[in-house]
């Protein structure tokens, strides 16, 4: 496990979590994947993930909780989702989330709408 002292918010030494953070090659391997593409996808591990893996089954359930509310409905689309998430991201003065949930959102409308005719 990775001293305290060492996972910290860059520039301020105040710990991420007062939890022992596992090294990622500690995790299972559908958590070390996790870690992979959110590397891909925003540049960095979010450090909730990072303290969350201290209990790796919660930060496990934690995912599915939350791949399971941006799952598209009939009623939001996967685009209306991650807007909210970035509204509340916003309103929260979370960068880190802000960061995380801009990606997608730019990513989802760059691609051509299904129900959209011609120009």
């Given amino acids: 496990m990775t001293d305290v002292e060492h996972i910290s918010r860059k520039g301020t030494g105040v ?3 007062w939890f022992p953070i596992p090294e990622e090659s500690e995790l299972p391997d559908d958590l ?3 870690f992979r593409k959110a590397r891909e996808m925003v540049g960095f591990v979010p450090n909730v993930f990072r303290a969350y893996s201290y209990r790796p089954e919660r930060l496990s359930a ?3 909780h939350y791949r399971q509310l ?3 409905t009939p009623n939001l689309d996967a685009a209306e989702r991650e807007m909210i998430a970035v509204a509340v991201s916003m309103a929260n ?3 880190s989330c802000l960061a995380r ?3 997608p959102v ?3 409308k760059t691609k ?3 129900d959209a005719g011609p120009g």
């Fill in 15 to 17: 710990p991420i979590s």
């Fill in 70 to 72: 941006h799952e598209p």
């Fill in 62 to 64: 934690w995912f599915s």
């Fill in 93 to 95: 003065g979370c960068l």
């Fill in 112 to 114: 051509p709408r299904q």
């Fill in 106 to 108: 730019a990513l989802e």
């Fill in 101 to 103: 949930d801009l990606r």
């Fill in 32 to 34: 070390q994947g996790l």
